[in-house]
């Protein structure tokens, strides 16, 4: 059985950080990806990264601050979001996919966690 838990969101205030995990378990997988949807928006990409050999791809809004990194050992994958900013407050979904092209499309994952919350107070 295929299960993505995350952990890691929480409140802070601009200017700050926050690190979220998604841990895998029941298959390994080609990509791993960090999406968020914030209340009345749809769910958009933030990072992503390949299994195997560790390409990381991230959207415009958020190069720069945050990092997307793996733990093959332990089939976890984080985000790092440093230099937060109140527009990055949402519901942050770890998602994963066997394979595909496009890995910023929300269709084209599988696989999907729970979700965290994050809230960046201004």
């Known amino acids: 059985q295929v299960q993505l838990v995350e952990s890691g969101g929480g409140l802070v205030q601009a200017g700050g950080s926050l690190r979220l995990s998604c841990a895998a378990s029941g298959r390994t997988f080609n990509t791993m990806g960090w999406f968020r949807q914030a209340p009345g928006k749809e769910r958009e990409f933030v990072a992503a990264?390949?299994?195997?050999?560790?390409?990381?791809y991230y959207a415009d809004s958020v190069k720069g601050r945050f990092t997307i990194s793996r733990d093959n050992a332990k089939t976890t994958v984080y985000l790092q979001m440093n230099s937060l900013k109140p527009e990055d407050t949402a519901v942050y979904y770890c998602?994963?996919?066997?394979?595909?092209?496009?890995?910023?499309?929300?269709?084209?994952?599988?696989?999907w966690g729970q979700g965290t919350q994050v809230t960046v107070s201004s």
């Open positions: 990264i390949t299994w195997s050999v560790g390409n990381s």
């Open positions: 998602g994963a996919r066997l394979s595909g092209s496009a890995y910023y499309s929300v269709s084209s994952y599988g696989y």
